[in-house]
């Protein structure tokens, strides 16, 4: 699981990774500024897209995707065990991955979170 939080005041996102889930990922941390950030979307049916070449971290299909994964050119990074708490949120060019796909404890909260950070930025 991770918790999502937004720095108004230093203009970041920041994905921190909690318990086993820095393990499977190989990271503990994602932090993008918040000008890098397009928006958020609850989408239970992105974990059975084609995820790309794993450079980093686990998937085993059906438990757990997590760590960097690089399809058509693009780097995204996962964080997702159960596919009804996939949030993804989708970056700019520039930013350090195409899209974070990550799973919270309430996907719509974060969503809101997300989309009203972006919206005051």
Known sequence: MALIAVDRARGTLTVQLTGLDRLWALKSRVEVPLTQVRGATHDPGMVHERKGTKLGGTHMPGV??????RRDGELAFWAVRKPADAVVIE???????SRLVIGTADP????ALVEQAIAAA
Do not use: D, M, N
């Open 64 to 69: 757990i995707t997590a760590g960097r994964f």
């Open 108 to 111: 719509r909260a974060t969503v």
């Open 91 to 97: 970056l700019t060019e520039g930013a350090p991955y």
